[in-house]
């Protein structure tokens, strides 16, 4: 094993939100572009499928290089259908920690290796065990101490499957109370800190500017050329991970697609800068396609990129801390993580612990065909389209998105969006919760939430929308859907329950059905269903309080 290399393996996940790791250092939970949409050999073309943007943008494009505008619906559309008004979408910071072991009460949080990050919070919301069930916990999070050596059922509620953040510290459904609060937000980016020091890496590169050294590879005069080296300078036919460290800060031309190998740690303890405008498609500075076993704990993008980070046919990877400071007037998406467009032939086992995302022309996450996604924290700032978006995704667990002044172009995408059969099981049917959230905080830009084409399984459990630019939350063609599970504020905006007018008189997508909207209290705000001549489909509005309620059905 090389310099804190973290030793967990994922498993396949168990049920919503959990997994299971071996024994080794706990990995934290604390997890679209150019002008025109583009084929998979990023040809240029418009993909087929892909709607007029004045459509409504409820199809995401297949996976490939898209505009900055890909699918979006106009500003006063929206894919909407009976012409609603523009109202907007944004989150406080939710970290995964590698908690110090510390004393915690019962409660039936799930089971976690020993030093896994845990919530706090007395009466039942606590978070994940330790194996002798002493409690951490979170960044930011008041807790008391106290015993509670075993992971017996205790005083917490239900089953703690996941640590999000609310109120500024972690907290999950169930599980217990604990110790000492760890400044971190990813484990992986702490078990390979950017400290200085190069002990335990295979392979180092060093250098600014023009002059770049790689160990045993010599001198390369541009980052790239070094990043490229470093890559082959690595054991040809290796089973495990070997790791390169890259301390300093340069220049990578936007053009450019660096392809990275399998089987790699790459810390990038500096700043790229992509420079230029980019030509060609998928191009990024951080790129795999058809690759495994890739964790990269550090990396800070800034610039022009047309995809800061872009992986394609990837599975098993882990990224810690990310940090990207994009150009919104030159710059594509933040991360993008597909499937290649093959339907429900997903991608698995994709971690992204934190996440910040400032100023990309389009979303600032998103995920195409993927099954089983951890993703700790997005906090997106002022991208052109969704904060985070999910699209054909199977099995995800989101601690927190939160979202200032995001889908500010054309208003049309959301803060967080799911679409284009996001929670489908692959046969037809959205198992409950198994799209998870802990909470979605927007203001300002587009949309709070958007969940549309045919998607659903979607629960959020906290919700705070405010002053939104389009719609607080707009529900189209969802189903078995909950939004705040726990506690929602809305404040001058609107929540809509509809349908899209093409896709459902077409018999493309089913009505929504099953939707429930509950502990929400509107200021200024208003809940009200459309549709209703097609009867009971169990669309419910429970304890929604402050502002005015239309639902078909009482």
């Known amino acids: 094993m090389q310099r804190g290399e973290v030793q967990s393996r994922l498993k396949r996940p168990l049920g919503r939100g959990r997994l299971r790791l071996t024994s080794g250092v706990c990995v934290a939970w604390v997890w679209g572009l150019c002008a025109c949409a583009v084929d998979e050999r990023g040809s240029g073309q ?68 020993a030093g896994e990050n845990t919530g706090v919070a007395a009466g039942g919301s606590g978070g994940r065990r330790t194996e002798d069930g002493a409690g951490g916990t979170p960044r930011n999070g008041d807790a008391s101490g106290g015993a509670g050596a075993t992971p017996a059922p205790g005083s917490g509620g239900m089953a703690g499957e996941s640590a999000v953040t609310s109120s500024g510290g972690w907290t999950a459904s169930g599980g217990g109370t604990g110790g000492s609060s760890p400044d971190t937000r990813s484990a992986l980016a702490d078990a390979y800190p950017c400290d200085g020091s ?138 993008r993580i597909d499937n290649n467009a093959r339907g429900f032939d997903r991608i698995s086992n994709i971690t992204l612990d934190y996440v910040s995302v400032d100023g990309t022309g389009g979303h600032g996450v998103e995920t195409y065909g993927v099954e089983g996604l951890r993703i700790g924290r997005v906090e997106g700032r002022n991208t052109g389209n ?73 629960t959020i459990d906290r919700i705070d929308l405010a002053d939104t630019g389009n719609d607080a939350i707009l529900l189209q063609n969802c189903y078995n859907t909950v939004i705040a599970a726990e506690s929602g504020v809305v404040s001058n905006g609107r929540i809509l329950l509809s349908n899209d007018t093409d896709n459902t008189n077409s018999g493309r997508y089913e009505p929504s059905s099953n939707v429930l909207l509950q502990n929400i209290t509107l200021q200024g705000a208003t809940l009200s269903e459309a549709w209703c001549e097609l009867g009971d489909r169990g669309n419910r509005a429970n304890d929604v309080t402050g502002g005015t309620v239309n639902m078909c059905i009482d």
């Open 198 to 335: 190069t002990d335990g890496y295979d392979v180092v590169v060093q250098g600014g500017g023009s002059d770049w050294t790689v160990s045993s590879a010599g001198s390369f005069s541009d980052l790239a050329s070094a990043l490229g080296a470093a890559y082959g300078a690595l054991s040809a036919g290796r089973t495990d991970k070997e790791s390169i460290l890259v301390q300093g800060d340069g220049a990578i031309d936007a053009s450019a697609q660096l392809k990275m190998p399998s089987d790699m740690v790459l810390n990038i303890c500096g700043t790229i800068d992509v420079t230029g405008t980019a030509s060609g498609s998928d191009r990024s500075p951080l790129y795999a396609r058809d690759r495994q076993n890739i964790d990269i704990p550090h990396a800070h993008l800034t610039g022009n990129a047309q995809y800061g980070i872009f992986m394609r046919d990837v599975s098993n990877v882990h990224l810690g801390e990310i940090i990207l400071e994009m150009n919104v007037d030159n710059s594509g998406l933040g991360i």
């Open 46 to 113: 418009p993909l087929d499928g892909v709607p007029d943007a004045t459509t409504g943008g409820n199809v995401e494009p297949a996976p490939g290089v898209a505009s900055s505008s890909e699918g979006v619906a106009s500003a006063t559309s929206g894919g909407e259908d009976d012409g609603s008004v523009p109202v907007s979408p944004s989150l406080p910071r939710a970290t995964a920690s590698t908690a110090p072991t510390g004393a915690g009460a019962g409660g039936t949080g799930s089971v976690a290796p």
């Open 386 to 458: 969704c904060g985070l978006i999910l699209n054909n995704t199977y099995d995800a667990e989101v601690g927190a998105v939160h979202c200032e002044n995001c889908a500010h172009i054309g208003t049309g995408y959301a803060a967080f969006r799911v679409a284009n059969d996001n929670g489908n099981d692959g046969s037809g049917n959205f198992p409950e919760g198994n799209i998870h959230v802990g909470e979605v905080y927007a203001r300002d830009g587009g949309r709070g939430i958007f969940s549309v084409s045919g998607s659903g399984g979607l």
